[in-house]
């Protein structure tokens, strides 16, 4: 189907059959029309063409009458002797004229009839009835004309002229204010009675045979020229509909395919296509009237090419109407086209220029500040509101209009208190921690889109920062483990060896004590290594936490089980408080187990030895608090804060074991479990709490 | 004589691996990366193997793999890969136990010496009616002996009554309370640190290496259970 719409063949055919069909449609259509008229009347004798015929037989039979009038008098001047010398010429001609007048009007060869008589209607003066032949039954329609011939000059007074009353009223006031009263004793009146007989036929050839010969034939082809100017119309329209339905297809190209008709600004093109149908439409109507009027005329009649011109005119209708069908159809192809192709609004100045203005208005409107626009939408409004008030005081429509306007303003409020509410919710969620959330910004209001937009914008730059960090951290963690696992290595080597190397004999007791400090050292290595990856871990959140229900009491007994002995070994005392029943956090055993193991293991290296460990276990308002306090072996010159921080320890010299981690890691993993851990250092009193959620 | 096959990139650790295991009586044969250990444990008779994860041209786990396709020597897989993930794969593909590096020798050894034992008991101890199993620690509750990899150990009579508490429910977490009262025959009155001392005790004799322990393991914050079908 698509194939056969781009098929140009199958195009220019349309476009031939449409032309033709219209050319068809055309001819048939003025011939249906001329036609009309024919079957409207009853007779013949109704139609205009045959007033026409008539009058102008009459008009002829006055002249007549008026030549024959002064041939008269021109014969009585030569028989009294005076006219002057070339009376005789003139006689002879008019002689001539009258003749050929009298041949016109002969019963032999024209089916006008008339009686000429004087106004009392008492004289007939002349006829071309038969002797025995009453006016009204020849004719049926008699016409009566009055009219007064004086010497040399001619009245003529046209009305109408009723027999049976006796009364005549005139027809044309115009013809009656001509007359000069004058000469009106002197002039003789005459009164015309003419007509055609209703039944003609062809034996005498005249306009009025012509006439009837016309109507006859009209009437009975009438519904010939209907049911071809229908069916022919029926095709036009089909052709019309497939050049519309093939519009901006083409062979081979996808979409729509416009032309250089299509660049041509649409109103322009409808302006001149429209002009073009209108012009051709009245030369249609022209030729119409022309053929009409034409087949009245006794001439053209007569004439030998009438034929051939009755023929030319009828083609030439169709021509026009053919031309204005093809405008017609050229103005709705390019509309389709530019439909189809949904570019009517882009290719109308109209609407370009008013798209431009509307435009321009909006980026005005748009460049304005707020404040401004708030200003001038507020004038606007107060100046309405007085025009409404001030004009329309009295008037009901008034109350309608101002309660429409008060009806707009509360719509628009609503509209922006929307975008606003909107926007509201919008940075609420984004400011709770949601930075993939985009705000609507469909139907907001341009000020209130605009902050949408750029809290959008933030928050997308947000999310992409977040991202960026977790990378960036990511990274930091996979790095710290390789670069363990390179330092591992020949870790293990050097503890195997130092190893190897003790089981040897040594001899010289220094190469024993070197030894000995290897081997701690290689120790501390190892220590050190294995904290930095789990501080590493722990401080970029790799690690997975799988928080459950622990058992705080316990897990102190458990830990005390681990440390005790050790602590003991130091002359430490642990002192532990713990409050009646089991106390129940949420947290990850595993790491709630290294945070405590690390503050023991603190303890145990830094605390003064002889002293009292605390570990006391407290929990209200929903939390539960774990302290450790102990009193260092060395004064602690440093702040709280900073020795939560990696590789810091109590003691600058950094002679002892630790890896200066152990606090950092602690709390890494408390804050992962979603606790805090806090150090507190009073003097020589070091406190460090682990804050948890309770659990019930 | 046992042969064990040293497969690791670094030629030193091999080399302290293979005087470590030779002044322990056992043959060795060395590998430098998985390739050749399937090679060699193609041509020789090999009892266990100790494999590194990290080697170029086949690694640790690919090689284990293959291996584990016809063979079921004891693999010992020494990893510096401390990830939790690569441990769990790692026994997931057929290896036996693993150690992380840096390693103390002394637990190489116990570990092979262990892992040895238990590939030439041949089955182990007929399963008698007041015998006990877990992994490699059987109770003969009847003779009051607890063996470890065959290897019979002292034990307190506490402690016995500890882990015959814990053989007999695998897998089920007792709180140190719940083991006072079952062992003591006493209600609890906060004097269960005492349980955790023991069971750090018994851990020492039982374990390898008692701060990572395979079999009695510390549940943080809720008590102790014996691994359910402690593997390795």
């Known amino acids: 189907m698509s194939k056969l719409q781009g098929n140009t063949i199958a195009k220019l055919c349309a476009w031939v059959v449409l032309l033709a069909a219209a050319f068809g449609t055309g001819i048939f259509g003025v011939r249906a029309v001329l036609s009309f008229g024919s079957v409207a009347d009853d007779s013949w004798q109704g139609s205009s063409r ?61 089916w006008f009839r008339f009686r000429v008589l004087t106004d009392n209607g008492q004289t007939l003066l002349g006829t071309n009835l038969n002797d025995d032949e009453a006016m009204t039954r020849a004719v049926q329609n008699v016409h009566y004309f009055s009219f007064a011939l004086g010497d040399g000059d001619i009245y003529e007074n046209v009305y109408y002229y009723d027999p049976e009353t006796g009364e005549g009223y005139s027809d044309f006031p115009a013809s009656t204010a001509g007359l000069n009263p004058g000469t009106e004793a002197e002039s003789l009146k005459l009164v015309l009675e003419f007509g055609v007989p209703e039944k003609i036929d062809d034996s005498i050839q005249d306009e009025f045979s012509q006439i009837w010969r016309m109507w006859d034939m009209e009437r009975a082809a009438f519904d010939q020229y209907l049911t071809g100017f229908l069916s022919l119309g029926a095709l036009t329209l089909l052709a019309l509909v497939w050049v519309l339905w093939t519009a901006g297809h083409r062979a081979g190209a996808e979409g729509t395919v416009t032309t250089w008709q299509e660049r041509i600004f649409f109103d322009l093109y409808a302006a001149a296509m429209i002009a073009a149908v209108v012009c051709l439409a009245a030369c249609f109507i022209w030729t119409a009237e022309q053929l009409y009027w034409g087949a009245a005329n006794v001439y053209s009649i007569m004439n030998q090419d009438f034929n051939a011109f009755y023929k030319l005119g009828v083609m030439g209708a169709g021509a026009f109407f053919a031309a204005g069908v093809g405008c017609a159809a050229l103005l709705l192809r390019t509309l389709a086209v530019r439909l189809k192709a949904g570019c009517l609004g882009k290719t109308t100045l109209l609407c370009r220029v008013v798209t431009w203005m509307v435009r321009t208005i909006h980026d005005f409107l748009r460049f304005l500040p707020f404040t401004w626009k708030l200003v001038l939408g507020f004038g606007a409004y107060v100046i309405f509101t007085f025009w409404l008030i001030t004009v329309g005081r009295y008037d009901g429509v008034f109350m309608l209009m101002y309660f429409c306007l008060q009806l707009v303003l509360l719509l628009f409020l609503s509209w922006w208190a929307y975008g606003y509410y909107r926007l509201r919710q919008g940075t609420k969620t984004i400011a709770g921690g949601d930075l993939e959330y985009q705000i609507d910004t469909r139907h907001m209001p341009h000020d209130l889109r605009l902050q949408a937009e750029d809290l959008n914008n933030i ?79 722990a401080s970029t959140g790799v690690l997975s936490v799988v928080r459950e229900k622990i058992g705080m009491s316990q897990l102190i007994d458990q830990a005390l089980g681990e440390w005790e002995e050790k602590l003991n070994d130091r002359k430490l005392t642990l002192v532990t408080t713990l409050p009646e029943g089991e106390t129940w956090v949420y947290a990850d055993g595993r790491h709630l187990w290294r945070v405590i193991d690390n503050l023991l293991s603190n303890c145990a290296k830094y605390a003064m030895e002889g002293t009292r460990v605390y570990l006391d276990l407290g929990r209200g308002q929903g939390q539960v608090a774990l302290s450790v306090k102990n009193i260092s072996r060395e004064p602690l010159n440093v702040p709280a804060e900073r020795l939560m921080e990696r590789f810091v320890r109590g003691e600058e010299s950094r002679s002892t074991e630790g890896s200066g981690l152990g606090l950092s890691i602690a709390r890494s993993l408390t804050e992962l479990q979603g606790g805090s851990f806090d150090l507190a250092v009073d003097g020589d009193l070091f406190k460090a709490i682990v804050t948890l959620p309770q659990a019930n | 004589m046992n042969t064990i096959l040293i497969c690791d990139d670094d030629r030193d650790i091999v080399s302290a691996l293979d005087i470590y295991l030779t002044s322990e009586g056992y043959q060795t044969i060395k590998a430098y990366n998985g390739k050749e250990a399937l090679r060699a444990a193609e041509t020789h008779e090999i009892h266990l193997i100790l494999m590194d994860i990290m080697m170029p041209e086949l690694d640790g786990i690919r090689a284990t793999a293959k291996l584990r396709e016809g063979s079921n020597v004891p693999i010992i897989l020494l990893t510096a890969k401390s990830e939790d993930t690569d441990k769990i794969l790692g026994l997931n593909i057929g290896a036996d136990d693993y150690i992380t590096k840096p390693f103390n020798p002394l637990e190489v050894i116990a570990r092979v010496k262990s892992q040895l034992r238990r590939y030439t008991a041949l089955g182990g101890a007929e399963k008698g009616p007041g015998l006990i199993t877990a992994g490699p620690i059987a109770m003969d509750d009847g003779a009051k002996v607890v063996t470890v990899d065959g290897e019979p150990i002292n034990l307190t009579p506490i402690e016995y009554n500890i882990l015959k508490l814990l053989l007999s429910h695998p897998g089920q977490v007792f709180s140190s309370a719940q083991i006072y009262e079952q062992v003591w025959n006493d209600p609890a009155y906060g004097s269960e640190n005492t349980v955790a001392v023991h069971i750090r005790h018994l851990r020492e004799k039982i374990e390898i290496n008692p701060a990572e322990p395979r079999y009695l393991k510390v549940v943080w914050g809720l008590g102790y259970k014996i691994e359910k079908g402690a593997a390795g």
């Open chain 1, 50 to 110: 045959y007033y026409n015929a008539v009058d102008n037989r009459r008009q002829e039979l006055v002249t007549g009458i008026r030549l024959s009038h002064r041939l008269e008098l021109l014969e009585k001047q030569i028989a009294e002797g005076t006219a002057n010398s070339l009376a005789y010429a003139d006689a002879e001609a008019l002689r001539e004229e009258r003749a050929q007048v009298e041949e016109r009007f002969s019963r032999q060869n024209t």
């Open chain 1, 459 to 537: 928050s997308v730059g947000l999310a992409g920062a977040v991202d960026e960090k977790m990378k960036s951290e990511r990274f930091k963690a996979e790095l710290i483990t390789n670069v363990s696992h390179d330092l591992k290595t020949p870790l293990t080597s050097i503890i195997n060896y130092v190893n190897l190397l003790k089981s040897t004999d040594q001899t010289d007791p220094k190469a024993v004590e070197y030894i000995e400090v290897l081997d701690r050292k290689s120790q501390r290595l190892k220590k050190l290594t294995e904290d930095l990856v789990d501080a590493s871990k």
